[in-house]
């Protein structure tokens, strides 16, 4: 949720890599010719209207509008009523910024409304939107698809999984389990599962652990992974398919 000043300029560089992308639209994906001489072939064109519904984190505000921008779409953004204040300044400085590119201001705009009727009318406004992307936790994507009346893209849920094989570089494994959790825990890609080939369990894990358990990572694990420290909790079954 916070936005200081690294993060800013986090989004800022995130632009820039955006903005360096070769444009997708009217790339040719592939071709053929059909037995009577017929040419079919596969081109890159917008989708048209996207509507994007997500939670909390006001950067999404910044990616969902610098990548419909680039596809050549526009977008219609309903955040959380958390970050309504930030959102709002950073639409308004994208409009600006589109006004100055002459771009039309309103290729994006917000959805100032952070109540469910709004969010509901959003998802059934057939004929003004193309396609809905829900962006966000397992229950926000459930509520779009159970109500939704405009096509959908349904999108991961997290649940990210990291597997070492017995042939991994047990320190490079290590240095990416670490990064993987530590870095930013509250995003969609952060990791919730690792799985360790049984054949190096033994000699990855209790480092892996260690360095996790420090840092103020909870571990709950298989009873093999018990028996490396006590630090590790016992596993539920449910603890296997939670987006932590």
Not at 103 to 117: C, F, G, K, Y
Not at 178 to 191: E, L, S
Not at 197 to 225: F, M, N, W
Request: hydrophobic share 40%.
């Amino acid at each position: 949720m916070e936005l200081t000043e690294k993060r800013i300029n986090e989004m800022v560089e995130g632009l820039g890599i955006i903005a360096a992308l070769p444009d997708p639209i009217g790339e040719i994906k592939s071709m053929w010719r059909r037995p009577n001489g017929l040419e079919i072939g596969k081109m890159c064109v917008p989708l048209g209207v996207i509507g994007i519904i997500y939670e909390a984190r006001p950067n999404v505000t910044v990616d969902a509008a610098a990548l419909t921008i680039k596809s050549g779409n526009s977008v219609v953004l309903r955040g959380s009523s958390e970050a309504i204040v930030t959102n709002r300044l950073l639409v308004s400085i994208i409009q600006e910024g589109l006004q100055k590119t002459n771009l039309p201001p309103n290729a994006v705009v917000l959805i100032e409304d952070t109540s469910r009727q709004a969010a509901q009318e959003l998802m059934r406004m057939n004929g003004y939107l193309d396609v809905l992307i829900p962006r966000g936790g397992p229950s926000l994507i459930k509520t779009v698809l159970d109500n939704a009346t405009v096509p959908v893209i349904e999108t991961g849920s997290g649940n990210c999984h990291i597997y070492v094989d017995k042939s991994a570089e047990l320190k490079m494994a290590a240095n990416i389990i670490f990064n993987a959790k530590t870095q930013r825990p509250g995003v969609c890609n952060a990791v919730e599962t690792l799985l360790v080939h049984k054949d190096i369990y033994s000699q990855l894990l209790p480092d892996v652990i260690k360095q996790l358990t420090e840092a103020g990572v909870e571990i709950y694990g298989c009873p093999r992974t018990m028996s490396l420290s006590q630090e590790v909790k016992p596993a539920t079954e449910k603890d296997w398919q939670t987006e932590y």
